[in-house]
């Protein structure tokens, strides 16, 4: 069973960038079909799919934050890692990894947000909080 952690600050200030690590265990980044997703959730809103690393190493984002978001991996850790730059207190929110077997549902947008359900993904990280403030 794949198994997933976040890991990384959970304070960061205004216009820095905000950067989160996920480990996996128990099953591989580059299986054929998989894909390794980044999804938050702000306080008191529902859950904002961020975007994802396919299993050949390219990636898609959300439109809406494509412009300050990067994901990538290590191979050799079985890690995969987001990168939100230029972070203001709107950023602040539990932060998830996820995986699924094949393009997430997530990723479709409806009327121009991309939401995201617990059951678009087979397996989630624990989330990490993260607060964007000075």
């Known amino acids: 069973q794949v198994q997933l952690q976040e890991s990384g600050p959970g304070l960061v200030k205004p216009s820095q960038t905000l950067a989160l690590t996920c480990t996996v265990s128990?099953?591989?980044?580059?299986?054929?079909?998989?894909?390794w997703s980044w999804v938050r959730q702000p306080p008191g809103k529902g859950m904002e799919w961020i975007g994802y690393l396919r299993y050949t190493g390219s990636t898609t984002y959300s439109s809406s934050l494509e412009s300050r978001t990067s994901i990538s991996r290590d191979t050799s850790k079985n890690q995969f890692s987001l990168q939100l730059s230029s972070v203001t207190p709107e950023d602040t929110a539990v932060y998830y990894c996820?995986?699924?077997?094949?393009?997430?549902?997530?990723?479709?947008?409806?009327?121009?947000?991309?939401?995201?359900?617990?059951?678009?993904?087979?397996?989630w990280g624990q989330g990490i909080q993260v607060t964007v403030s000075s």
């Open positions: 996820a995986k699924s077997f094949g393009v997430p549902l997530a990723s479709v947008p409806e009327n121009g947000t991309y939401v995201a359900r617990h059951e678009d993904f087979d397996s």
């Open positions: 128990g099953g591989s980044l580059t299986t054929d079909y998989y894909y």
